[in-house]
């Protein structure tokens, strides 16, 4: 257990739909990653965001945004809906701003988009 | 185009063989993770190697950096079937907006008893 949560575990939807994935990082950790993972793209990392700021921008589709709370669980918002956007997306967490070290993962979101 | 290559893609190996996966790359970088994924788990980081030629031990798994520090390998002896599963590797770089970690594509390992 990293101590990492995500939530939903499986989402399952259609296209043009919206959908939002939640992740509560380890405690104490302050940076919050997130990362989509499909068969023929790999782990792409999409955003990261430090102490409620956004920090780091990736790969991430306008369609997509994300934030960080106060209490700095992490929410991605996934809209207009595209078959292409069926993968597992991951939430990573560490203690500090710095993105190069050990990342701690959660067990992923798989959403199927129909 | 990935910029870290990880060979080979897929592997079925039976229990007992050696393997060696690749993770290869034109760029340099100041670090280099290996992380392993189980299905339905997230990625967790077996080690990182920093320095150039860096070997690293853990069990039956050793990870070497190369000395240009564009890429690296692992090698599993006497495999074993709970050794299945993804193998992760990245690469931490730096540019003007800040520090990365670029993950490869994986190396999906069945090893058969």
């Known amino acids: 257990d990293s101590g990492v949560t995500q939530t939903p575990k499986h989402l399952i939807t259609a296209t043009g739909q919206r959908v939002t994935l939640r992740c509560s990082p380890r405690s104490g950790d302050l940076s919050v990653y997130w990362y989509q993972q499909s068969l023929d793209q790999g782990l792409q990392f999409l955003i990261q965001y430090y102490n409620g700021e956004e920090r780091a921008k990736g790969n991430i589709l306008e369609r997509f945004s994300a934030q960080q709370f106060p209490d700095l669980h992490s929410e991605l918002n996934l809209s207009s809906l595209e078959l292409g956007d069926s993968a597992l997306y991951f939430c990573a967490s560490t203690p500090g701003s710095s993105n190069t070290g050990e990342l701690f993962f959660g067990e992923g979101s798989r959403l199927t988009v129909l | 185009t990935q910029l870290l290559e990880q060979s080979p893609q897929f592997l079925s190996i039976q229990e007992g063989e050696n393997l060696t996966v690749y993770c290869n790359s034109s760029s340099v970088f100041s670090s280099l993770q290996w992380y392993r994924q189980e299905p339905g788990e997230g990625p967790v980081l077996l080690v990182t190697?920093?320095?150039?030629?860096e070997v690293k031990k853990l069990k039956r798994l050793t990870f070497q950096f190369g000395d240009a520090r564009k890429d690296s390998s692992l090698h599993i002896t006497a495999a074993q079937p709970g050794d299945t599963g993804l193998y992760l590797c990245?690469?931490?770089?730096?540019?003007?907006?800040?520090?990365?970690?670029?993950f490869g594509q994986g190396t999906e390992l069945s090893v058969k008893p």
């Open positions: 990245a690469g931490a770089r730096w540019d003007n907006q800040g520090g990365k970690l670029i």
């Open positions: 190697v920093v320095t150039g030629g």
